[in-house]
């Protein structure tokens, strides 16, 4: 009985929801936020969470009613629809020009790209991407639309010590499963919570590490650092491994042939297709990682249990559905434990969640309770989101693949502009502007030297409220550690999370075991 209740519940809920995002100024702005995610994800350097970055502070005016019937929702379903947008988008550049517009879409190289080439099927390559990636996210957004209550609730349980073993389990996932070399994710880490120090203790009020700077005392913003690091220095990054040349194109038409061919694809892997999502959204749900992880594990998957392992490599379709639909499973999930547990899944979804703080809501368990309209309004908006950019990939190919036309001597300035007039508009502070430019130069170095942006991201996000359910835990324990094991769920996360900080030592140990190759 209790579950046929929540089922009515959760399905009452998501009408109330489609309500909310089927409003003419919602949709208007997902329809703007879709278009926009295309164009950046076809541009290579630009991401998702460039994007999101860069036009955050625009969401500021709309959250507070500047556009007539706008608000918070309309905000998020803004940026929803810009991430959205860019999941599809990458898949363009990497499919016709062999170049990844999106992290997410390097593994389509391997398939994609020879499919259109060496086999000239470019349309069966596209309509086959866009085919799983639409089933990927409707799978994963019924999981967060049947699931996300149920977390939340339990979630509404958790104290300080569960609250902190939960941050110290998303910080350790970005240790241990990331792709980048454990110390240096460490070193991001540690640089994120030194910035999130700066300004006022978030317990006692006293200032701290504002150097007696006035203008510091609230502390560093996480906007303009993102805008910085994602905004300025990957396209400065990108603009200089890219040059201002232009690369050969392949044909763009996708027809309905193409469209018919992909479904019938679809069909034969349908178990693969399926089961991926699944995986992708369950590894999506993990804090820090999102679509580009998923992505290489559902190609991983699909080549590990494919009876044709010999064709992967030269257009096997299996290898282009396999990995998109665990990334866009993946993307949608990663908006789970930022919604549920106010942790972001993902750098994207980490800037998704700075906007709720500027807008004035606080993202976690809370949200269900005292702002159903928004969560709901948003769970909504990722269903009408991906059909619109699945109808839009479909009709529109061709100009998107023109915009690849653009050299970066264009882009990159107009990108480092927008960045600077909107870490700006934010606060009308040129302390922003400064903060911007700085991490922007910090960003192109440390992209240079291969150190992971996601940790810094992250770590920057969570280091407040880190900070504060340490401090209140230490506090309810009298100093005593021990609290923190308190309780069944915050030992076993603990444990977890030291299990997963574990996992890269025993992975270089075991490589130093292996036997040296003696060469003749």
């Excluded at 257009?315 to 866009?328: F, K, L, R, V």
């Excluded at 998704?352 to 976690?364: K, V």
């Excluded at 700085?438 to 992971?452: E, M, N, Q, S, V």
Aim: include cysteine; hydrophobic fraction near 55%; charged fraction near 10%.
């Amino acid at each position: 009985m209790e579950i046929a209740n929540y089922f009515v519940t959760t399905v009452s809920s998501l009408a109330g929801g489609f309500a909310t995002a089927l409003q003419p100024i919602n949709v208007a702005m997902l329809l703007v936020g879709v278009i926009l995610g295309l164009i950046i994800g076809v541009l290579p350097g630009l991401g998702g969470t460039s994007g999101v970055a860069i036009l955050l502070p625009i969401t500021v005016f709309i959250a507070h009613g500047s556009l007539p019937g706008s608000n918070a929702t309309t905000a998020i379903i803004l940026l929803a629809g810009i991430y959205w947008g860019a999941l599809f988008g990458g898949v363009i550049t990497s499919i016709l020009f062999n170049i990844p517009g999106e992290p997410w879409a390097v593994v389509l190289l391997f398939d994609g790209f020879p499919l259109a080439k060496r086999l000239g099927r470019p349309g069966l390559a596209l309509a086959s991407s866009f085919v799983s990636s639409f089933v990927g996210a409707l799978v994963a957004t019924i999981l967060f639309t049947f699931f996300a209550l149920a977390i939340a609730l339990q979630a509404l349980q958790f104290g300080p010590a569960e609250l902190f073993a939960v941050f110290v389990l998303s910080f350790a996932t970005l240790i241990g499963l990331g792709a980048e070399a454990p110390i240096k994710s460490v070193a991001m880490l540690a640089l994120g919570l030194l910035l999130a120090a700066v300004g006022f203790d978030t317990i006692t009020g006293e200032q701290r590490l504002n150097f007696g700077q006035i203008s510091l005392l609230a502390g560093i913003s996480f906007v303009p650092v993102t805008i910085g690091l994602f905004g300025i220095g990957e396209i400065l990054a990108s603009a200089e491994e890219q040059g201002i040349g232009y690369v050969e194109k392949l044909s763009a038409r996708l027809g309905l042939r193409d469209v018919a061919q992909a479904f019938r694809e679809l069909r034969k892997r349908l178990v693969l297709v399926l089961s991926n999502s699944i995986f992708g959204f369950l590894f999506g749900v993990l804090p820090g990682h999102g679509a580009t992880a998923a992505s290489f594990l559902g190609y991983g998957l699909a080549r590990q249990y494919s009876k044709n392992k010999e064709n992967f490599g030269k257009g096997e379709i299996s290898g282009i559905m396999g990995p998109q639909s665990a990334a866009d499973s993946a993307g949608v999930a990663s908006l789970v434990p930022m919604i549920t547990l106010g942790i972001p899944g993902s750098p994207t979804s980490a800037v998704i969640m700075a906007g709720l703080f500027i807008w004035g809501l606080q993202p976690g368990p809370v949200l269900f309770v005292e702002h159903q309209d928004f969560v709901w309004g948003l769970i909504a908006s990722i269903y009408l989101g991906h059909l619109l950019t699945f109808i839009i990939c479909l009709l529109a190919v061709p100009l998107l693949a023109m915009i690849m036309r653009v050299p970066y001597a264009i882009i990159t300035p107009f990108i480092v502009v927008i960045s600077i007039i909107g870490s700006y508009s934010l606060n009308n502070s040129m302390l922003d502007v400064f903060i911007t430019v700085a991490f922007g130069l910090i960003g192109y170095w440390l992209r240079k030297l291969k150190y992971p942006l996601a940790p810094l991201v992250v770590a920057l996000v969570l280091g407040d409220s880190m900070e504060r359910e340490l401090r209140k835990a230490l506090i309810a324990g009298g100093g005593n550690p021990l609290y923190f094991f308190s309780s069944w769920l915050a030992t076993v996360v603990l444990a977890l999370a030291v299990v997963l900080v574990l996992i890269p030592l025993a992975r270089s140990l075991t490589r130093r075991r292996r036997p040296a190759v003696v060469t003749a």
